[in-house]
Structure formats: structure tokens, C-alpha cells
């Protein structure tokens, strides 16, 4: 795993080069809530599906994904439309809110509902500049918890984007004198599938629809 010390040597090579914005980031403790899609708020440790807002053409739900050539570690994929994907639980930095609060660092995680191939984790996390594309992705390798300069590039923000419609940020607030990009996310192509990215622009939205399962599944599907 890459050191934050080479992470942000990187970041500030990027500076230059790339539209893409930094901060400095400053943590705020007083945001409401994210809902899912019945209107209830989101609980850390439960389970939803990440489907995009946008119907048809617009794609389905969020998923892990294998690259040809380089299939571990995962990346965040978008499958078809009808598709809901793979539910993800969130954790807060605050470990003591269990409540997912709008613009708080959070980390990602996907909670696999078959055995996996790669043996790297499933937490959401910003992977090194692809020059070849011109893109930072997100993919999957993450670390859980710990909030501070060492797992900076595995911390994201949910941002409103209508009544229940909702796009992702990477802006990380948990080291407040760490240089770090600060974007929304949105979906893009590889040229194999259909991936989510940082943005220049806007994001891409979404809304969060809870998965629907006993509570014993529920504990077997968080902690496998």
C-alpha cells in the first residue's frame, strides 16, 4: 500500500498540470442528514444500493469492478440500467454519529455478496493519477477508519443533489494541513466499463435505496 508521503508528493506534482481543484479541508459537525430513497436517514453499518438517479441510458447501480489485465484491485463500476448492484455500508469519521450527514468524511464500502477473487479490501479509495486517461479514478483498496494524513485518499462526502438525489465528493477534511483535491465524482469510461472518476464539473447523481434483507443476512453480509 502507498504511502501518504508519496501520496501527497504526487499531489502537489499534479497541482500543475491538472484542472482539477485543491483545499485545505475544514470538517463540519453540523450538516443534516442523507436519506435513502423512502426518506428515512442513513444508518452507518446498513446496507444500500448505490443506483444512479438518471434512468435508461443514464445506468444502473454501483458495483465492484475487474479490469482486463489488472483486476485487483477493484475499481467502482456502474452496471446496466435495472441493475442495482452491490450494497455498500458507510462509516463516519465520528465514530460515535451512527447517522451519514451531508458534507462529513465518510468511508465507502462494498459488502460482496459472493466470494471474491482479489484479496485487497473493498473500501472506496482514490487511486494515483492515470495519466494515460487524464482521470483520477476510484477504485477499491482503501482503509477503514483511522482518520488522518495516512488513509486521506479513502475519505469521501455526499453532497445534495435534489429531494433524495445525491452525488459524491472527494474532499477530505481529516487532515486539516494536508494539501488534497477537492472534486465531485462522476461516471466516465475506461473503454472497458463505465467507472467513476473525479470531475472537473459536475457530479453524478444518485440515490440510496436500502437493502432489503433479514437482519441474520445482514450481519453475515457485513461481516464476511
Known amino acids: 500500500m502507498k504511502t501518504t508521503t508519496a501520496s501527497v508528493f ?13 483545499s485545505f479541508g475544514v470538517a463540519n459537525t453540523t450538516n443534516a442528514p442523507v436519506l435513502d430513497s423512502d426518506g428515512n436517514e442513513l444508518r452507518t453499518g446498513t446496507p444500500y444500493f ?9 445506468g444502473g447501480g454501483l458495483a465492484l469492478g475487474m479490469p482486463r489485465g489488472k483486476p485487483c484491485p477493484e ?5 446496466g440500467s435495472g441493475d442495482d448492484g452491490i450494497p455498500v455500508i458507510f462509516s463516519n469519521s465520528d465514530s460515535n454519529d451512527g447517522v ?13 455478496l459472493r466470494p471474491r477473487f482479489c484479496q485487497t479490501t473493498t473500501v472506496w479509495k482514490v487511486d494515483d493519477y492515470d495519466h494515460s486517461a487524464g482521470k483520477w479514478w476510484v477504485i477499491t483498496d482503501g482503509v477503514k477508519g483511522n482518520p488522518g494524513a495516512n488513509t486521506l485518499t479513502s475519505w469521501f462526502r455526499i453532497e445534495k443533489a435534489g429531494d433524495l ?3 459524491f465528493k472527494y474532499c477530505p477534511a481529516v487532515c486539516g494541513t494536508c494539501p488534497a483535491l477537492c472534486n465531485k465524482i462522476t461516471r466516465d469510461s475506461d473503454g472497458e466499463m463505465i467507472r467513476l472518476a473525479l470531475s472537473a464539473g ?14 441474520m443476512e445482514i450481519e453475515q453480509v457485513v461481516h464476511n
Open 202 to 215: 459536475h457530479g453524478w447523481p444518485f440515490f440510496f435505496k436500502k437493502f432489503q434483507t433479514s437482519a
Open 10 to 22: 504526487l499531489l502537489f506534482i499534479i497541482f500543475s498540470i491538472t484542472p482539477l481543484s485543491f
Open 165 to 167: 438525489d445525491y452525488t
Open 75 to 79: 475499481v467502482v463500476a456502474q452496471r
Open 100 to 112: 451519514v450527514r451531508l458534507s462529513s468524511d465518510i468511508n465507502i464500502e462494498f459488502i460482496p
Open 50 to 58: 448505490v443506483v444512479s438517479s438518471i434512468w435508461g441510458a443514464g
